[in-house]
């Protein structure tokens, strides 16, 4: 079994919504959502702190997504609304490091695809 395990990726158009769930074994750590779109790098979209439920977002993503856990189910999720073709992307669910900082997580999921037509 896999650490990280992400689910509710999948295809919208313009202005839809999708939810994307992430199982970890525990919600000790700081935990966060990157995306990494066709020929770009992977980048910091939504992150909380498991104690204080602190949450930090991209500004592209601000208003639009919101990243919160269910401790019951040691889940993290990630409402996306308002999508649009600038968010297609691999989303991945990361544990284990800081803020939006790539280079500080340890724990990776192998991501979920995300497309949004125009």
């Known amino acids: 079994k896999r650490p990280l395990m992400e689910s509710g990726g999948g295809s919208v158009q313009t202005g839809g919504s999708l939810r994307l769930a992430c199982e970890l074994p525990s919600l000790r750590f700081n935990m966060a959502w990157f995306r990494q779109a066709p020929g770009k790098g992977r980048k910091g979209v939504a992150t909380?702190?498991?104690?204080?439920?602190?949450?930090i977002y991209s500004d592209d993503v601000k208003g639009r997504f919101n990243i919160s856990q269910d401790r019951s189910k040691n889940t993290i999720y990630l409402q996306m609304n308002d999508l649009q073709p600038a968010d297609t992307a691999a989303y991945y669910c990361?544990?284990?490091?800081?803020?939006?900082?790539?280079?500080?997580?340890?724990?990776w999921g192998q991501g979920t695809n995300v497309t949004v037509s125009a």
């Open positions: 909380i702190y498991p104690g204080t439920e602190y949450t």
């Open positions: 990361a544990a284990s490091g800081y803020g939006l900082e790539l280079e500080a997580y340890k724990l």
